[in-house]
């Protein structure tokens, strides 16, 4: 009974990106996203209750049904995702273009509008894996003046160049995450946390030559960061 206690309230909290699309021309590219919180019930003590969830306004837990909207930080065509309780989705597609600085972010917060503390237990990127794909023609709602395929791209980028063009970071409470690792800090009852999703184009030598090759847009798909919060501090 004991242990029952001890493991009550833990939660699978956030997570997250799953497609970010349409991408690089000879100048431009965007992506969409997908941000998943999926919570595993246990028993809790009488009294207690868990209840950690993604908001726009920092005020409000999301609705787990009627989806709100949140556009990008960036001017232009910044994207918009939709946002639920657990989950961010695609809405419309942000734009990237292949310049220095270039990213698109989305800044929400995660609330924690139950009665007990939840600790930060891990952000793991083992499963982002980023990939690009050739765009339909006439997808891209921007391509260059050189594009010569109305949006789709013709050439063919490898593995490797699609992941020097891009890079993926998930920002809880001002720390980086960009790869697997515990977690630190915790979201005391009544409380919440900023949390930023950022993909931006890396403008390395090897992004620049990558970006070269296009001649349209491409598809870019990142896989999925999982965040876990748990009720139990030492996990």
Do not use: H
Not at 6 to 17: D, M, N, Q, T, Y
Not at 149 to 154: A, W
Not at 199 to 211: E, G, I, K, L, S
């Amino acid at each position: 009974m004991e242990m029952e206690k001890e493991k009550s309230g833990r939660i699978i909290a956030i997570v997250a990106l799953v497609i970010a699309v349409i991408g690089l021309s000879v100048g431009f590219a965007a992506f969409s996203t997908n941000l998943n919180i999926g919570t595993a019930a246990r028993l809790t003590p009488s009294g207690t209750n868990w209840n950690v969830g993604f908001s726009i306004d920092g005020t409000n837990i999301e609705s787990t049904s009627t989806a709100g909207t949140k556009a990008a930080n960036e001017q232009g065509n910044p994207g918009v995702i939709d946002v639920t309780k657990y989950t961010i989705g695609q809405n419309t597609n942000a734009t990237l273009s292949a310049t220095a600085g270039s990213s698109v972010s989305y800044s929400l917060n995660i609330l924690n509008k139950g009665t007990l503390t939840a600790y930060l237990a891990e952000v793991n990127l083992d499963n982002v894996s980023i990939t690009c794909s050739n765009a339909p023609a006439g997808s891209s709602s921007q391509v260059d003046s050189n594009t010569t395929s109305n949006g789709g791209n013709t050439a063919t980028i490898t593995q490797a160049e699609c992941e020097a063009m891009f890079s993926v970071t998930l920002t809880i409470n001002s720390t980086d995450y960009t790869s697997t690792t515990n977690g630190s800090g915790s979201i005391s009852a009544g409380n919440g946390v900023p949390v930023t999703l950022t993909v931006a184009y890396t403008n390395t030598a090897a992004a620049q030559a990558a970006a070269a090759k296009l001649d349209g847009d491409i598809i870019v798909s990142i896989g999925t960061i999982t965040v876990v919060y748990t009720s139990n501090s030492g996990n």
